[in-house]
């Protein structure tokens, strides 16, 4: 098969003739595929069916210090809780708070406390001028939508398979007082699955920046999330590095079990020093009397402890696997030897992230979705939707079916090809 850059006109046209009667079979089919978000499928969540007999009404509801988790109290956390996330997060369980069901929620308080009362004494960001933050891009959609509610400036910072950009990261931090954040996914990130390198980690920790309540938000949601046994990522700690470096209170660390047993019914957490602590807890205790303590306990007596939870991921990935190989496949089959288009190749995390010809995302989700395959949008991937490539696309295979999947993929190559040849069209004189 000839490469598209390498075809003519007349081979552009065949080749767009013949893929759109491929496409019109597959209109034809009424299909409704979804890989848009990353939603674990109905087999991972069935994994987690123990939870629901890990307490009933014979359990003994109270921790190990004699705390009665059906009564109020205990704004923190239970500490068997803390133990178990402190390890999955590999923090100690004092630099710990547990909160409620998501670790979004979490991050939005900790930008609206920010933007109402300020950081540890700090003005607080509604009463400044301008608040900017950075974002690595393509990055996650939410991040996005929480900085732009609060009307932050949102400032693109170009992703490496390293991490962020941190020549970039560290100019700007470094001269801008107005920046109070960076968000990152350090590990198997959304979307690409990159994790961020020694090297990375260890220049984020020792960042200068010009303002004191700059704070990195740093977004460990996939930190325990391999596709593979022998071949795992692996992320240096931030709060220890921080501290190491002087910087011991610049880093807020986020993380849940949404992905590990039921996203919306899990259990998220902040991790942090002991001097945000104080401030946070302070905010705290005028938010609630305390989380939802049974579910943390059930959580407890489900895993056991970071072994039973490590055990219960690698039935995850035994599931997503296949998923994953599935989609690179497809890619590699119908992409590469057209030479069209770019990909990720992760080792855990929820996505793949996939580059298109420049100008083409939106069209290629557009034509996904009249042939009945739902994509995240095109955009989506980047501070106010805007991909100033129309390149990004985001592919979330954990939730279809495998054969679902497949039938989605297929599809989804075909509107590439169509869109990519489309395009050289455009420039082809014969
Ligand atoms: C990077 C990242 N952070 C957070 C979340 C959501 O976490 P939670 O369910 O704990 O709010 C997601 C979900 O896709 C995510 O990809």
Redesign the pocket.
Known sequence: MKKYVEMNKQELEEEIASLRAVYKKYQGMGLNLNMAR?KPCREQLDLSMGLMDALNSDADLSCADGTDCRNYGVLTGIDEAKELIGAMMENKPENIIIYGN????VMYDTVSRAYTHGIMGNTPWCKLDKVKFLCPVPG?D?HFAITEYFGIEMINVRMTSDGPDMDEVERLVSSDEAIKGIWC?PKYS?PQGYSYSDETVKRFARLKPAAKDFRIFW?N??GIHHLYDNDQDYLIEILAECKKAGNPDMVYKFA?T?KITF??S?I?ALATSLNNLDDITAQLTNQTIGHDKVNQLRHVRFFGDIDGMKEHMRKHADIIRPKFEAVIEILERDLAPVGIGSWTKPKGG?FISFDAPNGCAKDIVDRAKKAGVTMTGAGATFPYKKDPDDSNIRIAPTFPSLADLRTAMDIFTVCVRISAAKKLLETVTE
């Open positions: 990353g998501s670790s979004l929620n996650y939410r996914v959304n977004d949601a996939y849940s949404s996203p919306g899990g998220a929820y």
